[in-house]
């Protein structure tokens, strides 16, 4: 009974860690199910665009004014901007690049929807101004405008962006005559105000010079509005978070705005209005002073509205705005010719590891391949979920990821399968020496995984294109491999350690006494012989035992074989040399016949 007892308590919890597993993996199933089921969902990974195809869009930049190109340092930023919006919307690996002195080309893959083609054309330019006067959408025509000597006149220098001697007689003139159904114009001074209406054209305003740009804003996310009270309501908004000169400069507006609210809550002046490409797209009243940088966007938004414009606020307003010149559907770079190949060659190298693994640990090696099969699995399921959910298409560079993940996940299973070795080799019993060998074998594993996972984030960050396909998968097997080798390959050796076939060393179980290089102090199940024992049988295992010494001799480390050295010249000075009992017998007998003679 004592020697069931510690063994009761690691099955137990090997059974309890391989429920979670196949847990894990029937959820996924599920969740899978039900998209694939009511949703857009599929059971098969979507393809990048050198494997499917997709839509190529060629993009020319309009210029207002006499100017009739770009320059270079405004092309490669619409460039980046166009491919950190793109790669944001959750569309994985899509080419971005330039076409003579002006166009850009930005290929997709499969058909990009309306949101993803308004995503890569707007601008979005975005801009804090006050409200300095509000008047109705409506143009008075030119023979009913009022007299100068009848319009507002400045009476000196304004003081503040929401002093009313901004408005001069010729910009009130433009106020009352300005129509909402035009495009607002393009390349408005910040340092000056700007007339313009609201995005629904339903109210037009004169606004105040620029006191808060987009390029202060540190971070923006979007979800459903809360009320005063904490509750949430039914409608969307955008969450904006300023820098250190955003919080400073939003922090003295809004004591103003809210100085003139106190006083007269229905001035306009109390507002400040939120421009978007040249459009207010909100215009609240700052009744309070926001001193922490952070503020909400609301409006007519629905989910897809707030999502798109916080994704473009995130990522920068392009310098120019682009239109679709030509669009034109490409098929495969590659095609199903090469996904073919790739796939070959992933499956000869997972033939290779399972052929090696079963040489060198005979059953043992059904451990790895076991493992290699859930890792597969998991891995296969994630992959999927992620094109459903974000998107994420597979493409060759991400195949030839998961090629190279197949060596690094049996790395890890051989890892500890040689700690278990080297602690059988000192005498422990297969229970003790899986759970000795797991705890050397799990720091070197994780630290192992962190690296590989730590290198793909860095790959992932610092390339583009099909690069970060192959850091994606990369990194996503690394994550697949630890949960792996947790809750299946080191469960799986704990309950087979109680098992007859690997605790007594059977020659095909992987812990054969003989492979181990051990015998003849090893019987399996880390039983040692006497002395006397290891002297008797010592002729009989003679030839069997040189392999096993040779092998024990080319795993000694360093400081054990200079131990060795040490003890042998040692004895060498002693004039001590080891003999064999028969050796030392016949040695007698000589002497004694020596004597006789004599």
Request: one cysteine or more.
């Amino acid at each position: 009974m004592a020697n069931n007892g510690p063994r009761k308590g690691p099955v137990v919890e090997a059974r309890r860690m391989l429920l979670w597993l196949g847990a894990l993996i029937v959820l996924l199933t599920l969740v899978l199910a039900g998209g694939t089921t009511w949703g857009s969902a599929s059971w098969a990974p979507k393809l990048g665009l050198d494997l499917e195809g997709g839509t190529q869009m060629i993009l020319a930049p309009r210029v207002e004014g006499s100017a009739g190109t770009i320059t270079d340092e405004q092309r490669e930023q619409a460039v980046s901007i166009i491919r950190q919006r793109v790669d944001g919307s959750g569309v994985a690996e899509a080419q971005i690049t330039t076409q003579g002195s002006n166009n850009l080309v930005v290929a997709l893959p499969g058909t990009p929807t309306q949101e993803q083609r308004q995503l890569i054309l707007a601008s979005a330019a975005m801009s804090f101004r006050p409200v300095i006067q509000i008047g109705n959408p409506t143009p008075t025509p030119p023979d009913q405008l009022p007299p100068d000597d009848q319009l507002p006149q400045p009476s000196g220098p304004p003081q503040n962006a929401s002093d009313p001697n901004w408005v001069t007689p010729q910009l009130a003139k433009d106020f009352l005559s300005y129509d909402c159904s035009q495009e607002p114009a393009q390349g408005q001074d910040p340092s000056q105000p700007m007339i313009t209406c609201d995005a629904e054209g339903t109210m037009k305003f004169i606004l105040g010079p620029v006191e808060v740009t987009g390029q202060q804003i540190s971070e923006s996310s979007y979800g459903l509005v809360q009320g005063a009270q904490g509750a949430t309501m039914n409608q969307w908004g955008v969450n904006l978070t300023f820098n250190a000169e955003g919080t400073a400069t939003f922090r003295e507006v809004t004591t103003r705005l809210n100085g003139i609210y106190t006083l007269n809550p229905n001035d306009p002046r109390a507002q400040f209005a939120i421009v978007l490409d040249g459009k207010v797209i909100s215009a609240p009243r700052s009744q309070a002073v926001i001193t922490d940088g952070r503020s909400q966007i609301t409006g007519n938004f629905t989910e897809t509205t707030a999502k798109a414009l916080s994704e473009q606020l995130k990522f920068g307003a392009l310098p120019i705005s682009f239109e679709i010149q030509s669009e034109e559907q490409i098929s495969a770079t590659l095609g199903a010719q090469q996904l073919e190949l790739g796939l070959i060659a992933g499956l000869i190298g997972l033939i290779l590891v399972v052929i090696y693994t079963l040489i060198q640990y005979r059953a043992l090696g059904l451990v790895t391949v076991a493992s290699l099969v859930v890792a597969g699995i998991l891995t296969y399921l994630a992959i999927v979920l992620l094109g459903w959910t974000q998107n994420y298409r597979l493409s060759l560079a991400g195949i030839a990821g998961l090629i190279i993940a197949i060596g690094q996940t049996a790395d890890s299973f051989i890892v500890y399968f040689e700690r278990i070795r080297d602690e059988l080799r000192e005498g422990r019993g297969l229970v003790a020496a899986v759970e000795n060998g797991w705890q050397r074998a799990r720091r070197t594993v994780i630290a192992s995984k962190a690296v590989n996972l730590l290198a793909a984030i860095v790959l992932y960050f610092v390339a583009v294109g099909n690069v970060q396909g192959f850091a994606f998968t990369l990194g996503l097997t690394a994550i697949a491999d630890l949960i792996v080798v947790f809750l299946f390959t080191h469960p799986m050796l704990r309950l087979l350690a109680t098992r007859k076939f690997f605790a007594e060393g059977h020659r095909l179980s992987g812990f054969s006494p003989e492979r181990l290089g051990v015998v003849p102090f090893y019987r399996g199940a880390g039983r040692t012989r006497e002395a006397g024992d290891a002297d008797r049988a010592a002729p009989a295992l003679k030839v069997k035992n040189t392999g096993a010494r040779g092998e024990a001799e080319r795993r000694q480390t360093i400081a054990e074989r200079r131990l060795a050295e040490r003890q042998r010249e040692k004895d060498a000075e002693k004039g001590t040399v080891e003999e064999t009992p028969g050796k030392a017998a016949g040695k007698n007998a000589v002497e004694d016949s020596t004597k006789d003679e004599k």
